[in-house]
């Protein structure tokens, strides 16, 4: 019940794959938005398969310049514009025959994991938002992952990045992380196993994957933050699911983030045994987070 489908999103034809259960009613539907340097085979296909079993569709997609879609700058990644792709995304389901269209929600992994709020709080047309293990805070949390003093050579790159814009050029290249020794390498996400993990991904399933953005893309996280979207979900039913403790995300933020959701339709899900990459990179561990986003769901839809 697989197929290739493609829509578009300001101009662009965005490629995707839209999974449908052996059902013939209309049936709900998860958009399925990834993360940092994602395309849409990285970990999307597995959460998908827990919403199957409950008799939900689902559509992954690559975003802009990522994997089969076009865009202009490869490997540019603007939250907003990926929140654009998001909305028509939505868009695109509701036009979809056997579909639901009052039952259209999203499931937002790490750095979507914030989309997934953001969007949750300006796009009224969705049903319900799971977001698991969030960006919360771009600033705090590349702070935190770098150290201060690594942390203030980050800035300044993106400093001179912005300085060579201005003066006509494109942006720079930086690695999504380290191979081997954070210390010897400037990147985006200082975690060799980051590398490791993506990597793997890459050569099992993945093959449009790189492991590079443009120093723009960080300047984008810096600025931004997703608790001040949250405070405006009202109604929407929402379900944040993280890895206890999580050092690269972080949970203090995430539950903070959660916290202030006004909404008292919303759960929350805190995994322990499991960190942010190991629900990339082990199936037991990525099956605890996929299960219980697919039993809340299932119990969310009986009242929708």
Request: charged fraction near 25%; proline fraction near 5%; include cysteine.
């Amino acid at each position: 019940m697989e197929q290739k489908v493609e829509f578009k999103s300001s101009g662009y034809t965005l490629k995707g794959v839209l999974t449908r259960p052996d059902r013939k009613d209309n049936v709900p539907l998860v958009v399925m938005a990834g993360g940092w340097c994602y395309t849409k085979e990285i970990v999307l296909p597995n959460y998908a398969k827990k919403f199957h079993d409950i008799g939900c569709a689902t559509l992954a997609f690559d975003y802009r310049n990522f994997g089969e879609s076009e865009g202009d700058i490869r490997q540019d990644l603007n939250p907003w514009e990926q929140i654009e792709d998001i909305r028509n995304a939505v868009s695109y389901a509701e036009t979809l025959e056997g579909i639901d269209h009052k039952r259209i929600g999203l499931m937002g992994i790490s750095y979507a994991g914030g989309h997934a709020i953001i969007t949750g709080a300006i796009e009224p047309r969705l049903a319900f938002v799971i977001s698991a293990v969030p960006v919360i805070d771009g600033y705090l949390t590349l702070r935190r992952c770098h150290g201060e003093m690594r942390f203030e050579e980050l800035l300044h790159l993106v400093a001179q990045d912005r300085k060579n814009r201005y003066e006509g050029k494109p942006s720079g290249i930086i690695a999504q992380s380290p191979k081997e020794d954070p210390s010897k390498e400037l990147t985006a996400w200082p975690f060799p196993h980051i590398y490791s993990g993506f990597m793997g991904i890459k050569e099992k399933s993945a093959p449009l994957h790189e492991h590079w953005t443009t120093i723009e893309s960080v300047e984008w996280l810096l600025r931004y933050q997703v608790k001040p979207y949250a405070e405006r979900i009202y109604e929407t039913p929402v379900l944040v699911a993280i890895a206890k403790g999580d050092n690269i995300t972080s949970a203090d933020l995430e539950i903070e983030m959660f916290n202030a959701i006004p909404n008292p339709n919303k759960s929350f899900v805190s995994v322990g045994g499991v960190d942010h990459m190991s629900l990339y990179t082990k199936a037991d561990h990525l099956e605890k987070i996929g299960q219980a986003s697919a039993d809340w769901l299932k119990e969310t839809l009986k009242k929708i």
